[in-house]
């Protein structure tokens, strides 16, 4: 196969970020419960997100900063509070994961917006152990603690071109209908068709987890993870 190779320092801002978004994928989507220190809720989805560490549970969120150099909401909030929960986007709340995406002032609840436009009942759960709520209505949730939050790259004026935000999971809520369980009482793989997540690919294309093929992993010596 012949490539072209495409060096990122040649390239302008809006043609990197979409060859990551096209190649990067498909992306999970955190979307993200976060409260400014005031108790204003806000909602908002964030793909640049991943799993990273298992013990302790933890995971990881690429949050740009706007191009007049301030932070985004989201940002803004887990920077004060140290505090977010990640609910699960399924198929049936995608219209609604995108209308939280829009860039609304700081005054808008998203969780209203969504209300308003009629296309999912998002009710807020309240969380074990951080303030900003969960959407009672996915099928799961984690709740989220700060832990480094490391700028990168350079945008306007003195703001990072981005900030990598890594959070532990404080507590992870699953559907009960979602969850089995070994005769010894351990928890089995959930269903990734039942979970339906809907991923991030290129452009404003996506995907869900419906269709799935599986593998076996090779064994080679001890079993690794
Ligand atoms: C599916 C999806 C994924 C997104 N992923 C990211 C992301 O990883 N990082 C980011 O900075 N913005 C991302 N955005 C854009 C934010 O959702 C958008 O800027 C939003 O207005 C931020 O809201 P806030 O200012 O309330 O935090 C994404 C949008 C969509 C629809």
Same mark, same amino acid.
């Given at each position: ?112 917006? =969504? $209300? &308003? ?10 969380? @074990?152990?951080?303030? !900003?709520? *969960?959407? /009672? ?36 809520? =699953? $559907? &009960? ?10 928890? @089995?793989?959930?269903? !990734?068709? *039942?979970? /339906? ?29």
């Amino acid at each position: 196969m012949e490539h072209e190779a495409i060096d990122p320092g040649s390239l302008p801002a809006r043609e990197a970020y979409q060859l990551m978004i096209d190649l990067v994928a498909p992306r999970p989507i955190a979307w993200v419960s976060s409260m400014d220190a005031n108790g204003r809720s806000n909602l908002a989805p964030f793909s640049y997100y991943q799993g990273v560490c298992s013990r302790p549970p933890t995971i990881v969120l690429g949050i740009s900063w706007r191009s007049d150099g301030t932070p985004k909401d989201t940002l803004a909030n887990v920077l004060a509070t140290g505090e977010f929960t990640v609910n699960h986007v399924r198929r049936e709340h995608a219209e609604a994961m995108n209308l939280t995406s829009g860039d609304h002032p700081p005054e808008v609840d998203e969780w209203d917006l =969504v $209300a &308003r436009a009629g296309v999912a009942t998002l009710t807020p759960a309240p969380s @074990r152990h951080v303030a !900003p709520p *969960r959407i /009672a209505e996915a099928n799961a949730a984690l709740e989220c603690r700060l832990v480094h939050a490391i700028p990168l790259g350079r945008g306007r004026g003195s703001s990072p071109s981005s900030t990598l935000v890594i959070a532990e999971i404080a507590m992870f809520w =699953v $559907a &009960r209908t979602l969850i089995e369980r070994d005769d010894r009482g351990r928890l @089995r793989p959930l269903d !990734p068709a *039942r979970l /339906a997540s809907v991923g991030r690919l290129g452009g404003i294309a996506y995907t869900d987890t419906v269709e799935t093929f599986s593998m076996r992993r090779p064994k080679v010596g001890s079993e690794g993870l």
